[in-house]
């Protein structure tokens, strides 16, 4: 195949798709997290996702199966089945989770048509609280995660706080616009960050701020990083980016995500 027909993979495009779906071919079934399965034209899915064209097509033990397992909700997976066939997002503008979703498995999957439908969409920003998932889910360098990051590194207010869930809580209550200071070692160094971005992302910090410790009345806390590690740190939780830095402070800054459980922090390091 030429290089031509590679690039007509990376748009859906009506005339391909009447043409590969008209094209007697076998069915792959996808299985969503919930168990609800959507069957779908084998040469569809391989022409748009080159995961599954290796997968499927290649000398991999996959290539004899017939049912696939995928993180996507049933609703996401009904989503996306549809916008393979049709090139519609099925979406309603507050399904911002399942963009997000359906963009971590475009990704994954090596969907590339998929992924710039996603982005191109106009007036589609995520909310505040979509920060932690772009982080958690999708790598450094994907533009989807850089976008919504720095949105939000550049343009986040008290408002943002106060229209997100509280991380951790299943009452429903808006949250606070508190914030917390950080103190580096030596009180040399001190960083104001929001409470409810800071415990949204460490179950450490989520515990003792929102649960029936003395340190839930604290607004300050002392952390075992030196001031450049701080400012380093904060820098992460607003932006998402781990900047270049020493071995030594890379080590050090892994022990902190690590005690104090901030997960997406250690997967960036």
């Known amino acids: 195949m030429d290089q031509h027909d590679d690039c007509q993979k990376h748009i859906w495009t009506k005339k391909m798709v009447d043409q590969l779906v008209a094209t007697p071919s076998e069915t792959i079934q996808l299985c969503s997290s919930q168990g609800s399965i959507q069957t779908i034209n084998k040469e569809l899915l391989c022409y748009f996702s080159k995961y599954y064209r290796a997968a499927l097509n290649g000398r991999f033990a996959e290539a004899h199966q017939q049912l696939f397992n995928v993180d996507l909700s049933g609703q996401q997976l009904t989503v996306f089945t549809a916008w393979i066939y049709t090139g519609q997002l099925e979406l309603l503008k507050w399904n911002r989770e399942d ?36 982080i958690t889910h999708l790598p450094d360098n994907s533009p989807y995660r850089r976008r919504i990051v720095d949105h939000y590194a550049r343009h986040w207010k008290a408002a943002d706080d106060r229209g997100a869930t509280k991380f951790g809580h299943a009452d429903g209550k808006r949250s606070s616009t508190e914030t917390i200071d950080l103190i580096s070692i030596g ?17 450490y910090y989520a515990a003792a701020l929102n649960g029936s410790f003395k340190e839930a009345e604290e607004t300050r ?41 901030i997960l997406a922090f250690r997967r960036s390091i």
């Open 187 to 203: 009180k040399k160094h001190m960083a104001t960050v929001s409470k409810d971005l800071l415990c949204l992302f460490s179950r």
């Open 221 to 261: 806390f002392s952390i075992p990083l030196t001031s450049h590690q701080l400012v380093l740190f904060v820098g992460w939780l607003y932006s998402g980016t781990t900047y270049t830095c020493k071995f030594s402070d890379m080590l050090e800054l892994y022990f902190f995500a690590d005690s104090h459980k």
């Open 99 to 134: 963009r997000l979703m359906l963009y971590v498995f475009a990704d994954f999957a090596e969907i590339l048509a998929l992924r710039r439908q996603i982005m191109t969409e106009e007036g589609r920003m995520e909310r505040y609280k979509e920060v932690g998932l772009a």
